[in-house]
C-alpha cells in the first residue's frame, strides 16, 4: 500500500523529454485569452449534463464488490448491452443524477488497460470530505495502492486498472478556484 504526498519526479530521472516550462506556460495563457470567457459572458451549454461515463470491465462481479463493496456506489441497473449479444452495461449511482457505467465484451479477449492519446487518464469523482476520509480508510483496510495528493485527493486503480480519483473538493472547484 502506498500513502502519502505525490511528488512527480523531474522530467530527467523519469525518461520523459526535457521542457520549456515557461513556454508551455505561455501557451496556457494564450488559450485562456482567447477561449476563456467569464462567466457572464459564457453561453449555456448544449448539454444537460454527463449521462455516463463507460468503461471496460474484464469480471461483472469482481466490478461489482469494487465499486459497490468497497467504494459504496450502489449498483442501479444491470442489463445487456445493446451492441453485443451476450455483453453486461451495468451502472453506479455517483450521487447528482450521476453514473459510472461498465461493459464486459466476454469473448472478444481485450488487452489491459492502457493510457493512451485519446484515451481515460482519470475519473475524478467527488465525495464530501467526511466520506473521503472514510473512503480512504477503506482503500487501507482493503490493501488498495493510493497515492494522498493535497490532502483532498486519493489516486488509485481499479481491479482493471483504470484510475481513479476520489476528491473531496466541492462539484465545480478545482485547488480552490471555480472552474464552473
Known sequence: MTSGTYRPEPATT?????????????????LRERYLRPAEHRPASSARGLHHAALISSDVEQTIRFYQGLLEFP??????NRDYPGSSHFFFDLGNGNLLAFF?????????????????????????PDRWHHLVERL???????????????????PDGARLELIADPLGEMYGHRVL
Open 14 to 30: 523519469t525518461g520523459a523529454p526535457e521542457r520549456d516550462l515557461a513556454a508551455l506556460a505561455a501557451e496556457r495563457a494564450r
Open 75 to 80: 449498483l442501479t441497473e444491470l442489463i445487456e
Open 104 to 128: 464486459d465484451f466476454p469473448g472478444l479477449d481485450l488487452g489491459p488497460y492502457a493510457e493512451v492519446l485519446g484515451g481515460l487518464h482519470h475519473v475524478a469523482i467527488s465525495v464530501a
Open 140 to 158: 487501507e483496510q482493503a490493501g488498495v495502492e493510493h497515492v494522498v495528493h493535497s490532502e483532498v485527493s486519493v489516486y488509485f486503480r481499479d
